[in-house]
């Protein structure tokens, strides 16, 4: 099996990335406008996971809830992915060596796995999630999934500037 290792020392050898990581302005803008995304994306997941699991906004019917905060979601989530490649870029080798970097790959995979199966499922039962109450279980446990992937996926993104194992 190849070594992936050339490539990210090609990556992190290129002018652009270079002068992002040794800029004094340039690194820290990236990973600014990264967390800023981040909480805009994280603060409209979180409501829409408490609306699933029943903790707030529940007088709010399900999928006009859904319907009005997605699009704000996705204007979170394309600055965010597009800021979290581009950190990753800048240094590649220290963020694949890193446990947690591949810990907090793994949870975001996950989280997004559970979000597309849990649109794909609405979208082809809309309306009638907040009577049915298979239905309303079901959003129950795609909320709390959802907010303890989001959370592991922060934490561990958080804990990988620290570098606590490699």
């Known amino acids: 099996m190849p070594s992936i290792t050339p490539t990210l020392e090609w990556l992190e050898g290129l002018a652009w990335t270079t002068a992002i990581r040794e800029s004094i302005w340039g690194y820290p803008i990236v990973e600014t406008s990264h967390v800023a995304s981040i909480v805009v994306f994280a603060g409209l997941i979180i409501m ?86 298979s239905g309303i279980a079901t959003a129950r446990r795609a909320g709390v999934l959802s907010l303890l992937l989001w959370a592991a996926t922060m934490v561990s993104g958080r804990l990988v500037a620290y570098n606590w194992f490699g």
Do not use: C
């Open 48 to 133: 829409m996971d408490l609306r699933l699991v029943g903790l707030a906004f529940t007088k709010e019917p399900l999928m006009q809830f859904q319907r009005r905060l997605f699009p704000w979601q996705m204007a979170g989530f394309v600055p965010s992915m597009a800021t979290g490649i581009l950190v990753f870029t800048v240094d590649p080798l220290r963020y694949y060596g890193n446990v947690l970097f591949r810990v907090k790959l793994v949870m975001l995979t996950l989280a997004g796995i559970n979000a597309i199966a849990f649109h794909l499922k609405t979208s082809r039962t809309d309306g009638r999630w907040d009577e049915d109450p």
